[in-house]
């Protein structure tokens, strides 16, 4: 079990790292990501703190904490821009909010986002083909979601996403523990967006390969 799109209280989540880190421990995850909300007022603060936790828990811990960042409602213009700081500040992984049909994204998130060359592209809402291909020629993940609202579009994302050849992640987008996925009901989110057991084998598969690579 990864977990690439997780919160604490650096923004809207609920716990420490260290706790955040434990309870994913006790799941038996081999990985979990901690990408915090950030624009330009908060990435120079919270990207240290996960470098940080990440560092010092690393040392102990059976699961891997990777640490992030998701850029969230920042304008399209930005994203380059940030994504590149991001990365300096010591981000292993950059998440981009995309553009879910439960809040007010601006039009072109996602599509900078992908331009940008983030890692993953969280809840795409009704993304279109053309970014669903250029997600695909990227090798950016797009997400599955696991949370209410966001989750309501896994259907679409997975079809485009199968036509093009485009890798996936199923996320919880945590933000307390009563969020927190096991390996069965991750299963049922890509399975309930229409993957196939062999698909969604795949999907595991791949998320395994990214973190490999971080």
Known sequence: M???HTHTLFSDGVLVPAEHLRRFEVLGYEAVAITDHADSSNLDFIIPRIVQAAADLNRYSPTRLIPGIELTHVPPEMFK???ARARDLGALLVVAHGETPVEPVIPGTNRAALEAGVDLLAHPGFISEEEVRLAAEKGIFLELSGRKGHCLTNGHVARLAREAGALLAVNAD??????FMSA?????????????AVEYAQLRVNMASLVARL
């Open 184 to 196: 069965i009901r991750a299963e049922c989110v890509g399975m309930g967006a229409g993957l196939s």
């Open 174 to 179: 945590a933000h307390e523990p009563g969020d």
């Open 2 to 4: 990864i977990d690439l």
């Open 81 to 83: 821009s940030l994504t």
